[in-house]
């Protein structure tokens, strides 16, 4: 019987693969180099998926790893975009917090992603522009409890692994709630998302999923608050 291969690390030519594809955007490069893609980059993201999916599930950690939703479409969809190129120039790895994948079908969920691309590298956590029913219930539990919020997001070990925030704007009034509420400042956020930047090359190091678990069990405490907000 052929021997499951396991994930060991990402081929550093993908960087070059990108770069040229960055100056050939179009179907035709893209046929002239697919078997490239298939194996450095689509069957190994399904290896290193596999290797994230039982490492978080060892440590009992609630994120879902799956081929389906942790990893993301080459394709770009150019129905609505000025950018007609047919092809995205950068690799993606989402790990929604939640207990099956089912639940994160129906709704966008707080949880780990990391980007690469030739320009940038970088590990975020906590959720990026949720709908606006669940951003009610996550201004409705900051209202509650704030000072919880603020206790895990304020921690030193916590800002150390995600010393900045990403944020799609802060709004100056919000209905439902005073300006002077104490927890304004957080519940005037459109999300509540945080990341660190890493050097490029950190795909293609063999301590890519290491970092990732660590960097899950820094955010769990946040993904939790979150994860229970928007499901309760």
Known sequence: MKATPEFDRFNPEIANFFAELSKNNSKEWFDANRKFYEKEIKDNSKLFIGEMGKRLSGNKQRYISDPKISMFRINRDIRFSKNKDPYKTNLGFWFPYGDDVL??????????????????????????????????????????????????????????????????????????????????????????????????????????????????????????????????
């Open 103 to 232: 639940s994160f079908a129906k709704k966008p969920l707080p949880g780990i992603y990391f980007h690469f691309s030739n320009e940038e590298s970088f590990i975020a956590c906590g959720i990026h522009t949720p709908e606006s029913a669940d951003l009610k219930k996550i201004r409705a539990a900051l209202a509650n409890d704030f000072e919880h919020f603020e206790s895990i997001t304020e921690n030193k070990k916590f800002k150390a692994a995600f010393p900045k925030e990403m944020t799609s704007g802060t709004l100056t009034r919000v209905q439902g709630y005073s300006n002077d509420h104490p927890a304004f400042k957080y519940i005037a956020r459109k999300d509540h998302t945080f990341f660190i930047d890493t050097p490029i090359d950190t795909l293609f190091s063999p301590e890519l999923p290491d970092i990732l678990v660590e960097k899950a069990k820094i955010s769990d405490e946040l993904h939790n608050f979150l994860y229970t907000a928007i499901t309760d």
